[in-house]
């Protein structure tokens, strides 16, 4: 079965988790919804492109190898904003904090606590759900190489420090494909030591016994909204790979 790999690596990433009111966490690794925002990133779909986004979370499974978890930080915000308004639109953040704003209109303070991932190293594995078609692995790896919007590490505050470097290959599970891939030098020497190397993966054909099974919410169900509902995820042990047979 062909498989597309890639890296995440950043001086801080965010994946974003249940947040409930002022603490917005971050998860331990890239979340599903994260992953198909990136990708949709580089492809150059829109938020408001529903029908394209629910085609690509469809099209494809995938499994995240923790190289290095990172460091955690967590960091105090201060955000205002103005009030929505029929008829008014901002072009820009000057425009929201200053002159179309009335004189007698307050700015809405927002306090929140954010975590963030510090040099921490991901490798992503993604296989087609429906073979070849108009989203092929192909087509994927080249909008990593080449993408046609921003693409960040959770947040826009955080940038790639290095490339996706996109590979295919072909092997008989993702676990296997993940064990082909070349991780950069610069960054198996920046990120910090990984304590155990784990899979985590949504179930797959083939898929020996999980070391634990779990339910995540991040499984996009509107996208413009942003709201999320839960899936199926498994933890899978480095032994499994002597084992694992999967595709």
């Known amino acids: ?21 002022e603490i917005r966490p971050t998860s331990g690794r890239p979340t ?37 978890p990172g460091m955690r930080l967590t960091d105090y915000h201060t955000v205002q904003s ?8 901002f072009f820009c953040r000057k425009d929201e904090l200053g002159p179309f704003l009335g004189f007698d209109e307050d700015l809405t303070t927002i306090l929140s606590r954010r975590d963030y991932l510090m040099d921490a190293l991901f490798i992503v594995c993604l296989w087609s759900k429906k073979g070849e078609d108009e989203l092929s692995l192909e087509m994927l790896e080249k909008s990593l190489t080449r993408p046609r919007l921003l693409p960040y ?5 955080c940038p790639l420090a290095l490339p996706f470097n996109p590979m295919l290959a072909e092997a008989d599970g993702p676990i296997e494909a993940l064990d082909r891939y070349p991780v950069d030098a610069v960054a198996r020497e920046i990120a910090t030591a990984p304590r155990t190397v784990h899979f985590f993966s949504e179930p797959y054909e083939g898929m020996k016994d999980p070391l634990k099974a779990m339910t995540t919410r991040d ?4 996208h413009g909204r942003r709201q999320f509902t839960t899936r199926q995820e498994v933890m899978i042990s480095p032994s499994e790979k002597l084992s694992d047979q999967g595709g």
């Not at 590490?153 to 505050?157: C, I, V």
């Open 1 to 21: 079965m062909k498989y597309l790999l890639f890296q995440l690596y950043g001086p801080m990433q965010s994946w974003g988790d249940v947040a409930v009111g």
């Open 32 to 68: 599903r919804s994260a992953l198909l925002g990136l990708i949709a990133a580089c492809l150059g779909i829109r938020r408001h492109e529903e029908e394209r986004l629910q085609q690509l979370a469809d099209s494809i499974g995938l499994m995240v190898r923790v190289d290095a």
């Open 82 to 89: 103005s009030r929505e308004k029929k008829k008014r639109v």
């Open 153 to 157: 590490l959770g947040r826009k505050s």
């Open 219 to 222: 499984q996009p169900l509107h």
